[in-house]
């Protein structure tokens, strides 16, 4: 991957083609400044394998807020979407939609409210909570274009977050230790003798 497909890869367009034809449907349906919220939420604590955990701690927020904060819709994001086709060779994005995104593409029309980064958090509650036009928005984490319904797919895919993952495994691993060292050896599902 070269760096500018790196860098559109992990700007605005970091997210599925659903949302960005849901933010187009929305468009067209004339619903895509009607006010929104989506919760964010998880349906499990991490699983290692051997067993289950007990609880999950809230992590990735920080990298959630630098990345909206600087998503924003680029001419060559504008390209990537013109180069799609459907099944038939038609464009799916149209230019009417397209020039609304590079018009409203960030995400400065949202509003995001969070559980604290380090705390305990649950299954099915919300960990974060996204307000803001249906469609876009002016503003990021999901991109330059970004609306409530574009940074619904930047924080939930169904599972926690890899950095809850990892937050959550140092907190059980502390927990157990108390006062004395601790030390993660391998992770789920592996013996590692030498620890």
Request: glycine share 12%; with cysteine; charged share 25%.
């Amino acid at each position: 991957m070269t760096y500018d497909e790196q860098r559109i890869a992990e700007g605005f367009l970091f997210t599925d083609m659903y949302q960005l034809t849901m933010a187009q449907l929305y468009f067209r349906a004339g619903l895509h400044e009607r006010r929104a919220r989506f919760d964010h939420f998880f349906r499990d604590n991490p699983d290692y394998g051997t067993h289950q955990a007990g609880y999950s701690v809230n992590a990735g927020l920080g990298w959630l807020l630098d990345w909206m904060a600087g998503a924003r819709v680029t001419d060559a994001d504008l390209d990537v979407l013109r180069a799609q086709r459907g099944r038939g060779g038609e464009q799916v994005f149209g230019e009417d939609f397209l020039t609304w995104l590079k018009e409203h593409g960030d995400f400065r029309q949202l509003t995001l409210r969070a559980v604290p980064e380090g705390r305990v958090v649950h299954p099915h509650t919300p960990v974060t909570v996204v307000e803001g036009p249906l469609a876009l928005g002016a503003d990021p984490r999901d991109g330059a274009a970004r609306t409530a319904q574009l940074s619904d797919s930047g924080r939930d895919q169904g599972g926690a977050d890899p950095r809850q993952w990892a937050r959550t495994a140092a907190a059980r691993v502390r927990g157990a230790a108390g006062a004395r060292p601790g030390r993660e050896c391998g992770g789920a599902g592996r013996a590692n003798r030498r620890c």
